[in-house]
């Protein structure tokens, strides 16, 4: 019988070996952490982790299993990953997001010796491991943080987002959640409503007590308006003094109700870091989501609502059509 390929086989196991030695070592050296996992979900073995900053000894999970180690639904969908990448030979890709209290497999004086407690985001790398010392096939799952890149695309999506003088939404971010309010009233049957303000004489504010006085009087304005906002309300600045509150499930009587205890509210507040003391007033526009039009159609009536507000006084609110009663 000719021994060459038994030979060659052999040869190629003592590569592979050798390469997986070599990988081995080099992941006990890194600082994220790797896991030898069986396709039962068995942690065979912890490597690596040694950024104490980010990890507490995994050790403690050798031995255990994804089940026993995790919640259910994780655990789950992690051993079919798992069970993925040796079905296909293939290297399986994963982000996702997992804190040390998630572990419970690890004893509590492990976790509470975490640097950061808090969930941090991974993108597991799990590919085989042949011939590996075990009886069952293995793959080999790097967890490499990927946190700092998550919090930067965060950072940069909420200053997008966000109008960065007073922090809420911007006029990008309060279209969008708009049209997306429009789609779910529509769906369910379910009234929304907005109401459009604007501080009275705002530029004259600026002119006379300066821009910095200006940017407070703004910031002021919108503390206080969130202040009597439900959770699910949006408040988002469209304009230089030009302001929308987004109204879920709310007809024009609520929104009637709630844009007269706004004029009354700014009314009453003070800006009062420099002398002298001055108050803003806010004129006030009203309308409600009719059947079939969008919400640039409801923004422009409660933008004549506003007109009228102003044309009647300031200081004041208005709708668009019949006042309804209180």
Same mark, same amino acid.
């Given at each position: 019988?000719?021994? =060459?390929? &038994? ?57 255990? =299993? ?90 940069? &999506? ?7 003088? =007073? ?40 002119? &006379? ?27 988002? &600045? ?35 870091? =420099? ?52």
């Amino acid at each position: 019988m000719d021994e =060459t390929p &038994r030979s060659d086989q052999t040869t190629l196991i003592e590569q592979l070996k050798a390469e997986r030695d070599q990988l081995l070592g080099l992941l006990r050296a890194l600082p994220d952490i790797s896991f030898v996992i069986d396709e039962d979900g068995l942690y065979v073995r912890v490597i690596g982790g040694t950024n104490e900053a980010m990890y507490v000894s995994g050790k403690p999970l050798e031995g255990s =299993t994804l089940q026993d180690a995790l919640p259910e639904s994780i655990a789950n969908h992690f051993l079919g990953v798992v069970r993925e990448a040796l079905r296909t030979g293939e290297m399986q890709f994963l982000e996702y997001e997992l804190g040390v209290e998630d572990v419970t497999a690890l004893p509590p004086e492990i976790r509470e010796k975490a640097a950061d407690p808090s969930k941090q985001y991974f993108e597991g790398r799990i590919l085989p491991l042949p011939s590996y010392d075990h009886p069952k096939p293995v793959v080999l799952w790097v967890a490499v943080n990927i946190t700092p890149r998550k919090q930067l695309e965060q950072y940069w &999506r909420q200053a997008a987002e966000t109008d960065p003088l =007073t922090g809420i939404a911007n006029r990008r971010a309060l279209f969008q959640k708009a049209h997306e309010e429009v789609e779910r009233a529509r769906r369910y049957g379910h009234p929304l409503s907005l109401l459009i303000l604007d501080i009275d004489h705002f530029k004259s504010i600026n002119s &006379r007590f300066g821009h910095a006085r200006g940017d407070e009087a703004l910031r002021r304005f919108t503390r206080t308006c969130a202040e009597l906002l439900r959770t699910n309300d949006r408040l988002g &600045r469209i304009g230089g003094e030009e302001f929308v509150i987004l109204l879920p499930e709310t007809d024009l009587v609520g929104a009637t109700r709630l844009g007269h205890r706004i004029v009354e509210a700014i009314a009453s507040v003070e800006i009062d870091e =420099t002398s002298p003391v001055f108050t803003t007033t806010v004129s006030v526009g009203a309308a409600t989501l009719e059947h079939g039009e969008g919400f640039e159609a409801t923004l422009h009536r409660a933008d004549q609502a506003l007109s009228r507000a102003k044309a009647n006084g300031r200081n004041r609110l208005e709708t668009d059509g019949p006042h309804p009663t209180e």
